[in-house]
C-alpha cells in the first residue's frame, strides 16, 4: 500500500524499516523471531528494484 499511495517515497519507507531492523538484529546480536534476516535482505533487494521499476514507469504494467 505505501508503494502505489507514495511510489518511491513509499519504497524508501519500506526499505528504511527492513535497514532498521537489520542494524538492530546485527549490532545487538538478536535472533529474529517472526523473519529470518535473509528475509529481511531479501525485502531490501525487492524495494530497490521496485523503486527502479517506478522510476522506469513500469510497475503498473500489466503482467503477462
Known amino acids: ?3 502505489t499511495d507514495f ?3 513509499g519504497c ?3 526499505a528504511n524499516s527492513k535497514v532498521n ?3 538492530n538484529l546485527i549490532m545487538n546480536k538478536k535472533i529474529p523471531v517472526n523473519e ?5 535482505w531479501v525485502d531490501l533487494g525487492n524495494y ?3 523503486a527502479l521499476m ?3 514507469k513500469v510497475f ?3 503482467l503477462k
Do not use: Q, Y
Open 48 to 50: 530497490a528494484i521496485i
Open 21 to 23: 531492523r537489520l542494524r
Open 36 to 40: 529470518k534476516i535473509e528475509d529481511s
Open 54 to 56: 517506478l522510476r522506469r
Open 60 to 62: 503498473e504494467l500489466p
Open 1 to 3: 500500500r505505501n508503494i
Open 7 to 9: 511510489g518511491e517515497l
Open 12 to 14: 524508501l519507507v519500506n
